[in-house]
DNA sequence: ACCGGAATTA
DNA sequence: TAATTCCGGT
């Protein structure tokens, strides 16, 4: 997709044209499948997974991904892929955050340290043209991936469960293999260098660093919301067709969204249908003040997922081989002039293809941290309540959080996901 | 090990 | 179309 589409969003700032994902809805209707970044979002969401995947806390939009092998796994488990490894799911993932701007002033080019920054919308930032072609780390992603946190890598129990498909939970084999973890508080000394994704960079100006739900009821400045949203996100159409648009601040000269309430609860709305579409446990949804969801007509059978997406694969086969007919035809390229992925993504972790979690399998899953406490609640996405959906104490610095101190200051309780036992 | 292309598939 | 998979290059 070197060409990107020329249809801008209504409401795109200096005329960006985003990727054509971006555009689409999440998936159709009960048709498409969900989509990759639909996933991460989804994960990003939850903060069951905050230890897989998380909003980063100094910059809105910026997420890591501690444990690419982990994300690859939930992928594979919600895809019945057990094969899934992140090598796979980096590709439509590398795509994936692979912004395609119509001005090619800043495309979202990771520095060296496995960081995806999508170019804030205000192309005229003098610090974000430093380098053209090439991703200017503006100032908060500088080419330090120890300034990440690497330093403060915990892989505390694979929180799993996850999405209201409630099937692929039952697995939990969680990575046993993970050994330590972190135990000593300290990371060993290659683990996985955390993938950081900054979708928009905005120096601490929120408050609340966690997720681009999470905005606070608090209006931003002027009486709107500074409410920083992924591309992803606040472009999503959704069933609505409704596309925020966020509007620069003229005043701010940075990339700062302002949405109007209004407008944002039309959002919120929309977000609750993709929260209906795939089956996510309604704690996920973020609670915004005024905000009803009202019945929403998305709801489709829960149940939709199998029970047992134990799919055994044929082997590999070896693919048809790509011997076709080779010859001597392919000299001509098909595809012209089609401009490469800028981006490229870092992480990696290949640690080991462990099985995925036959039902069959003996094996006992390590404990988790929601441990036992879920099964149960078939009422999926019944779950309401909540109040501190996102609300995390959040403390300054996520990285020196105490491996496993952390696991236990978060409560596991969250039922979402029932065991749905057969 | 990571990155990326490309063919295949749902 | 997007995702999955394979495979080669670096």
Not at 219 to 227: A, C, K, S
Not at 292 to 317: A, G, N, R, T, W
Request: glycine share 8%.
């Amino acid at each position: 997709m070197g060409g990107s589409r020329g249809s801008p969003l209504p409401g795109t700032p200096q005329g960006y044209h985003f990727p054509e994902w971006a555009y689409k809805t999440e998936s159709s209707p009960g048709s498409r499948q969900i989509q990759l970044w639909h996933f991460i979002l989804e994960l990003l969401q939850k903060e069951e997974f905050r230890h897989v995947i998380a909003w980063q806390q100094g910059e809105y939009g910026e997420f890591v991904i501690k444990d690419p092998d982990e994300v690859a796994r939930l992928w594979g488990r919600r895809k019945c892929k057990p094969q899934m490894n992140y090598d796979k799911l980096s590709r439509p993932e590398k795509q994936l955050f692979t912004w395609d701007l119509t001005p090619s002033s800043a495309p979202p080019v990771p520095t060296a340290s496995s960081r995806f920054h999508f170019p804030p919308l205000d192309s005229h930032s003098p610090t974000e043209d430093a380098q053209p072609g090439r991703f200017s780390g503006p100032s908060l992603v500088p080419s330090n991936p120890e300034a990440l946190g690497d330093g403060g890598e915990r892989k505390p129990e694979l929180p799993e469960l996850e999405d209201g498909s409630s099937d692929w939970r039952r697995g939990v084999d969680l990575m046993a293999s993970r050994n330590a973890v972190g135990a000593g508080g300290i990371n060993h000394q290659k683990r996985k260098p955390e993938i950081m994704l900054p979708l928009f960079t905005r120096p601490g100006i929120y408050p609340d660093p966690h997720s681009p739900f999470a905005v606070s009821p608090l209006p931003g400045r002027g009486g709107v919301l500074n409410v920083p949203i992924s591309p992803a996100l606040s472009l999503t159409p959704t069933l609505f067709s409704y596309s925020p648009s966020p509007g620069l601040s003229p005043f701010t000269g940075s990339s700062c969204f302002s949405f109007n309430p209004e407008e944002m609860k039309h959002y919120l709305h929309s977000q609750a249908c993709s929260v209906f579409n795939y089956h996510l446990s309604p704690r996920t949804f973020p609670r915004y003040p005024g905000l009803v969801v009202p019945p929403l007509q998305c709801q489709m059978p829960l149940e939709e997922q199998p029970q047992f997406p134990i799919k055994l694969q044929p082997p590999p086969v070896g693919r048809k081989n790509r011997e076709r007919l080779e010859s001597a035809e392919e000299s001509a390229t098909p595809q012209l002039a089609s401009p490469p992925p800028r981006v490229k993504v870092e992480p990696s972790v290949d640690k080991e293809a462990e099985r995925e979690e036959p039902p069959a399998k003996g094996k006992d899953k390590n404990e988790k941290e929601e441990g036992s406490g879920m099964a149960a609640a078939p009422g999926v996405g019944l779950e309401e309540e909540k109040g501190p959906v996102f609300a995390r104490p959040a403390a300054p610095s996520w990285h020196p959080t105490p491996p496993a101190s952390s696991q236990a200051a978060f409560p596991a309780e969250e039922p979402q996901e029932q065991g749905e036992s057969s």
